[in-house]
């Protein structure tokens, strides 16, 4: 079945950066790009941008443009998100998960890794 | 941040039916973007519950059906089971400034 199973739990300090990593198995991974979406405690989750894995096209929601970065091994079937000059509202889950698309008005996100908890605290 | 909207809860006893808005605008919803819906139980990642407005993946039960017309989509739950006590959220694509996936405030269901 299809799956993305993301690395574990980190806590880092302000100022640092924190890489996330999404494996993917179950499907041919160059098919489908994957979006990164974080959820803070309590609220909804928020869209950061996707990265297509086929081409490496990326595109980053204007609220994180310039401190996150996307990347992918194609070879390891893995994605990879990298926040920087973290703060304290950062503190999340991230996830990964796969955009599956038949048309511009015609696309959804399924399935969701598990999540990964980022905790900033000094 | 462009925001579709709901309401914070719902509540409904074993067996009833309940139902969740999502009202958009004319740069999400209104444009014909497809709206999803997602079930989240605690401590877990969200799900995929309805997508393309109306559909159901495989391995969703039948009871849970969506509709979407104008600027707002509807998530019905019929046949309450306590299994269904979670946060949901409807979710579209906006095309406002540089476009972007845009999730709904969020629906705690409660099953009484």
């Known amino acids: 079945q299809v799956q993305l199973v993301q690395s574990g739990a980190e806590v880092k300090k302000p100022g640092a950066s924190v890489k996330v990593s999404c494996k993917a198995s179950?499907?041919?991974?160059?098919?489908?790009?994957i979006h990164w979406l974080r959820q803070a405690p309590g609220q909804r989750p928020e869209w950061m941008g996707w990265i297509n894995v086929g081409n490496d096209e990326r595109k980053y929601s204007q609220n994180f443009q310039g401190r996150v970065t996307f990347t992918r091994d194609t070879s390891a079937s893995t994605a990879y998100m990298e926040v920087s000059s973290l703060r304290y509202e950062d503190t999340a889950v991230y996830y990964c998960?796969?955009?599956?698309?038949?048309?511009?008005?015609?696309?959804?996100?399924?399935?969701w890794g598990q999540g990964t908890l980022v905790t900033v605290s000094s | 941040q462009s925001v579709l909207t709901q309401p914070p809860s719902v509540s409904g006893a074993p067996g009833q039916r309940v139902t969740i808005s999502c009202t958009g605008s004319?740069?999400?919803?209104?444009?014909?973007?497809?709206v999803h819906w997602y079930q989240q139980l605690p401590g877990t990642a969200p799900k995929l519950l309805i997508y393309g407005n109306t559909n159901r993946p495989s391995g969703v039960p039948d009871r849970f059906s969506g509709s979407k017309s104008g600027t707002s989509a509807s998530l019905a739950i019929t046949g309450l089971q306590a299994e269904d006590e979670a946060d949901y959220y409807c979710?579209?694509?906006?095309?406002?400034?540089?476009?972007?996936?845009?999730f709904g405030t969020g629906t705690k269901v409660t099953v009484l």
């Open positions: 004319r740069s999400n919803i209104g444009a014909g973007y497809d």
């Open positions: 998960a796969r955009l599956v698309w038949i048309g511009e008005y015609e696309n959804w996100i399924d399935p």
């Open positions: 179950g499907y041919t991974f160059t098919k489908h790009a």
């Open positions: 979710q579209s694509y906006d095309n406002s400034l540089s476009g972007s996936y845009v």
